[in-house]
């Protein structure tokens, strides 16, 4: 499996869950959220990032 195919769908990925994460921080009472909620779209993004930028750096070291 080609890494480089994965790059920009997991960016764009967390980008939406980054967005997400904050748009339900400020909106959590409108939208009836749980603060849960909310931090667990913070963490699938802080994971989805950290695997996006693990494979650019993989991919940068390779060549």
């Known amino acids: 499996m ?3 195919r ?3 769908p997991l960016g ?9 994460a904050i748009l339900s921080g400020l909106f959590r009472s409108k939208l009836k959220l749980k603060l ?10 802080i ?3 950290t695997m996006h930028a693990g494979i ?7 060549g």
């Open 12 to 20: 764009v990925l967390t980008y939406i869950l980054v967005l997400a």
């Open 36 to 45: 849960k909620h909310h931090k667990l779209l913070a963490l699938l993004a």
């Open 6 to 8: 994965l790059v920009i």
């Open 2 to 4: 080609d890494l480089g």
């Open 47 to 49: 994971i989805l990032a």
């Open 56 to 62: 650019i750096i993989y991919l940068k070291t390779q």
